[in-house]
């Protein structure tokens, strides 16, 4: 019984929904305050869901609908599957194995090749082109954004999120010793999330909303929830592995906070990177730094 | 993607998030690279050239200063000056310069305008809504000034509508203080920033040569180094007495525009606060008869984007007999269709933006006949064609 209140409603389900919603609306807030806006009141992410929950959706011809209804469903369930393994607002996670690190981060990416099909289903040449470009933009930003989570992991003799995360409570200086690693993962989960500069999957000024161009209603608000999801996720993460571990609510909140603050600096401070610049940055540089700090890693370990 | 022979278009237009008003453009794509491009206009076809063919003279100032919502001084002062000429008169010294300033403050307003489009453009929001803040400052200088944010109204047939006093005067110099740091800013900004380098340096390269065959305009074409000005080649209003030196980019790319453009918003600094400190004494209209005197003319300004050109024909009567504007933007638009061939996909909203393109004012009627002479249509006839042009779609 309370576990299927852990999965449904606390700390799983309809509570990592509405801090989705929530952590949607500070991202949104802060961007927009950078940017001399005044920026969405607080229910504003919540009334965009609402709306969209509400709406007809409407099945272009020529897709397959079984697909197109599906993939939504896939993506949403993808980030809440990946939150059970995490310590979501600084509890113990729901489920903990040794290994779970990799289940987490493989459902984690589920979302962004749900979109990536989901955009290649559909006839629309917007839809083709940011499917072409999310996919294009998954193999580059992924495997730098695993070997820098892995990097803690390795440190830490572990692959289990539980283990790292209170290795990572006694060893504040993860942060210093790779800092390669933190930034990276920082700005993998920004390419994961395709927040700006990492958008040109979705460049509305190229092609409109990219591979969810021809979604709407009930879809589009389960690929939103999807995503705020892993958001959440996704700094908690960062925050577990990098920041010195999560203990406590308290400690959740300010962390990630922190880190949301940082992606927001990012967001408004650069300018939307091409398709090709966005791969050419994660091989040429972010893929090769990590690998180095891994060599570095793997040296001094055995050193010690 | 699209089978391999099969052309796979980007269609962007005449609805799409890139584009602030109406136009379609078709771009082949292979992969993220641009094949062929193709633009068609005329969305915005307001009928306003016949449409003054039957107001009189005064009521076509207000008129025409509504073909473009961001350079519409210049418009009325294009009608203005025409006019003027044809009715022999010659607006007062004071009238010129105020003319001239309206005129450059509103350079200003739409420089800084497209500086926030492009950047948006880009994808660099903040820059877009940081100018967009600052060109308050000028719309409300223009309001203070004139009564109005957009349509200024400040041209009257052989004058201005309005005068300038010492209170404005100071208003406007704050106002221009802040905006020239904000403008020193932006420079450093489009000229370091790293990112939005790799963005706009060698994207989009007009040379010299290319920018004469295509016969471009304004800043578009100064950026690529060609010195057409025509406040400078042929000076009107105020132009003559208050100089403007020219602003040339050498290497023609998108970074090149930018900077053009940010340039020239110092010199409308300089020649604004010049203006200010010697507005010569005088009255503010000379008397321009109702009836025309018959004959043609034209008459040229350099508009925010460009040279605008209008040719008036006059009958003798109160109205005139046929008024034909060309606008910069109609001039520009083939360098879209040219350079783009080649570049990213992701570059081509930048290419299209970086010549400022306004649909609105651009759109007329334009037909080609092969074969056949006859390059004036009657009302009649448009009206005909219209009809059953309509009938053939149902």
């Known amino acids: ?304 | 993607m699209a089978a391999t022979g099969e052309k796979f278009i980007i269609p962007i237009g005449p609805q799409h998030p890139a584009l602030k008003e109406p136009g379609h453009f078709e771009f082949v794509v292979d992969g993220e690279i641009v094949t062929a491009a193709s633009v068609r206009l005329g969305y915005v076809h307001r009928g306003i050239e016949k449409a003054v063919e039957s107001r009189n003279w005064i009521q076509n100032l207000y008129l025409l200063e509504r073909i473009c919502g961001i350079c519409s001084h210049t418009h009325a002062m294009a009608y203005c000056l025409g006019v003027e000429k044809l009715a022999g008169v010659t607006a007062p010294p004071r009238a010129a310069a105020i003319r001239s300033l309206i005129a450059e403050l509103e350079r200003i307003h739409s420089h800084l305008l497209w500086l926030g489009v492009a950047a948006h453009e880009a994808g660099f929001d903040t820059l877009f809504m940081y100018s967009w803040r600052d060109r308050e400052t000028v719309m409300d200088i223009l309001e203070e000034l004139t009564g109005n944010r957009v349509n200024y109204s400040a041209n009257l047939l052989g004058g201005v509508k309005f005068n300038i006093n010492s209170e404005q005067r100071d208003s406007i110099r704050r106002g221009l203080d802040f905006l020239e740091k904000r403008s020193r800013y932006y420079l450093d900004v489009v000229t370091s920033d790293f990112v939005f380098l790799q963005r706009t340096q060698g994207i989009g390269v007009t040379t010299l040569e290319q920018a004469e065959r295509l016969g471009l305009v304004g800043p578009t074409a100064r950026a690529s180094n060609v010195a057409r000005d025509i406040r400078i080649d042929a000076p009107y209003a105020g132009y003559g007495d208050f100089p403007v030196n020219i602003v040339l980019g050498t290497a023609g790319d998108l970074e090149a525009r930018f900077v053009v453009r940010i340039k020239e918003l110092f010199e409308c600094y300089r020649l604004i606060l010049q203006i200010l400190d010697a507005l010569p004494p005088g009255d503010l209209q000379a008397r321009v008869p109702r009836r025309i005197a018959a004959g043609e003319t034209i008459s040229r300004v350099e508009a925010p984007r460009g040279e605008l050109f209008y040719f008036i024909k006059s009958n003798g009567t109160d109205t005139p007999e046929r008024i034909k504007v060309r606008t910069p933007t109609m001039c520009n638009l083939a360098s879209v269709v040219a350079l783009a061939v080649g570049h990213q996909l992701a570059d081509i909203p930048m290419i299209l933006i970086g010549v400022d393109p306004c649909f609105s004012c651009n759109d007329r009627a334009v037909i080609v006949e092969k074969g056949n002479d006859r390059d004036c249509w009657t009302w009649e006839r448009v009206r005909q064609y219209g009809i059953e042009y309509y009938r053939r779609k149902q």
């Open chain 1, 1 to 304: 019984m309370s576990e299927m209140v852990a999965l449904l409603f606390f700390p799983g389900g309809l509570f990592l929904l509405a801090s989705g919603l929530a952590y949607e609306w500070a991202d949104r807030k802060l961007v927009a305050r950078l940017q001399n806006r005044i920026g969405p009141r607080w229910f504003q992410p919540l009334a965009d869901a609402v709306k969209l929950l509400a709406k007809e959706e409407v099945i272009p011809n020529g897709v397959n609908r079984f697909l197109f209804v599906g993939l939504p469903v896939v993506a949403l369930a993808g980030a809440l599957t990946a939150a059970v393994y995490v310590p979501i607002g600084g509890l113990n996670p729901i489920s903990s194995f040794p290994g779970d690190l990799i289940v987490a981060l493989y459902m984690l990416s589920l979302l962004t090749l749900c979109t990536g099909l989901a955009g290649s289903n559909t006839t629309d040449p917007f839809s083709l082109i940011g499917a072409t470009r999310t996919l294009t933009q998954l193999f580059s930003y992924e495997v730098p954004f695993l070997l820098a989570l892995l990097g803690p992991a390795l440190a830490a003799g572990s692959w289990q999120i539980v283990q790292i995360n209170d290795f990572a409570q006694n060893h504040w200086m993860m942060l210093f010793t790779q800092p390669i690693g933190f930034v990276v993962a920082l700005i993998g989960l920004m390419g994961k999330l395709e927040l700006p500069p990492f958008n040109a999957p979705e460049a509305e000024t190229e092609i409109v909303a990219g591979a969810l161009t021809e979604y709407s209603g009930r879809g589009l608000a389960l690929f939103h929830f999807g995503r705020n999801v892993e958001l959440v996720v996704g700094l908690t993460m960062v925050a577990a592995f990098y920041l010195g571990g999560i203990a406590s609510p308290l400690e959740f909140f300010g962390k990630t906070m922190f880190l949301l603050l940082g992606l927001s600096f990012v967001q408004s401070l650069m300018t939307r990177l091409r398709i090709d610049q966005t791969v050419g940055l994660w091989w040429r540089y972010g893929a090769l730094l990590v690998l180095a700090q891994w060599l570095l890693l793997i040296l001094s370990g055995g050193v010690v």
